[in-house]
């Protein structure tokens, strides 16, 4: 069972990356995955989630309006895009996975995947 987290780079202020979570292992059909990210100094943080249960989503107050979560179950695959990208979204971003639905909190999600570095800069 893995979950593999991948997309991140390097890009200029203002631009944008697609982030992808891919299951192997087992499907994520049922399961709900949460993005998180964490800065150097910086308690990790829920990004964004999706649920399988309701398809109910969560963005945390910083990325609304910026960052999009979605879910492709024929490809095994939770995508996260981010727009308009800040300095400050720049942190190491880990995807994880639960049953059903989401939550907010780490502790809460089962499986990690190993994280993908993103970093916002001129």
């Known amino acids: 069972v893995q979950l593999q987290a991948s997309g991140g780079g390097l890009v200029q202020p203002g631009g944008s990356l697609r982030l992808a979570c891919t299951a192997s292992?087992?499907?994520?059909?049922?399961?709900?995955i949460g993005w998180f990210r964490q800065a150097p100094g910086k308690e990790r943080e829920a990004v964004s989630c999706?649920?399988?249960?309701?398809?109910?989503?969560y963005y945390g107050d910083s990325v609304k309006g910026r960052f999009t979560i979605s879910r492709d179950n024929a490809k095994n695959t939770v995508y996260l895009q981010m727009n308009s990208l800040k300095p400050e979204d720049t942190a190491v971003y880990f995807c994880a996975a639960r049953l059903y639905y989401l939550s907010t909190m780490a502790t809460a999600y089962y499986y990690w995947g190993q994280g993908t570095q993103v970093t916002i800069s001129s």
């Open positions: 999706i649920s399988s249960a309701d398809g109910r989503t």
């Open positions: 292992g087992f499907t994520l059909d049922d399961y709900a």
